[in-house]
C-alpha cells in the first residue's frame, strides 16, 4: 500500500518506507523538564510553566494503554457515520490522549494494550487514499 496522504500532517507522520502505518509516530513535544506532552505547542509547559527554548518537538511512540472507551451511537452531526468509539489513551512516552478506536479492532476495555495506526478513511479529490489516526488492540 502507497503511504496516502495523511488526514492531520501535523500530529502524525508515517515512516517512508512503511507498507501499512504500522510506525506512526505522533508529533509531540518535551519540555527542560522531563514533560512529554501532545501535540507539540509552544504555549507552555503544562508542569513546570516553561516556554520558548525549554519545549523542543519530539516524536513519541504510538503505544500505550486504554484508560477509557465510549462508543457514539447519534451524533450531533448528521452526516458523521455512527457508531463510532472514542478512546483515551495513556501513551508510553506520558501524554494521555482522545482519539479513535480503528473500526476492525476487537473490542477493547480499560488496561488493554493498544496501538495507533494509519488506516484509510475517504479518498482525496485527487484520488489518493487518506489515512488518518485509529487505535487498535495490539496484537
Ligand atoms: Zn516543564
Known amino acids: 500500500m502507497q503511504p496516502g496522504e495523511l488526514l492531520k500532517p501535523g500530529l502524525y507522520s508515517a515512516a ?17 523538564c522531563g514533560y512529554f506532552f ?12 516553561s516556554h520558548g527554548d525549554a519545549l523542543t518537538p519530539c516524536e513519541l511512540s504510538a503505544d500505550g494503554t486504554l484508560l477509557a472507551e ?36 476487537a473490542p477493547v476495555a480499560p488496561g488493554r494494550r493498544v496501538t495507533g495506526r ?11 487514499t487518506v489515512l488518518d489516526l485509529r487505535f487498535s488492540i495490539a496484537s
Request: charged share 25%; net charge positive.
Open 16 to 32: 517512508p518506507n512503511d507498507r501499512a502505518g504500522a510506525t506512526v509516530r505522533l508529533k509531540g513535544g518535551r519540555c527542560r
Open 70 to 105: 465510549a462508543t457514539v451511537h447519534l451524533h450531533a452531526d448528521k452526516n458523521r457515520p455512527t457508531p463510532f468509539t472514542i478512546v483515551k489513551v495513556a501513551l508510553d512516552d506520558g501524554p494521555v490522549i482522545r482519539t479513535l478506536l480503528a473500526e476492525d479492532s
Open 118 to 128: 494509519l488506516a484509510p478513511v475517504g479518498q482525496s479529490e485527487s484520488g489518493e
Open 38 to 49: 501532545f501535540p507539540m505547542q509552544t504555549y507552555g509547559c503544562e508542569r513546570c510553566g
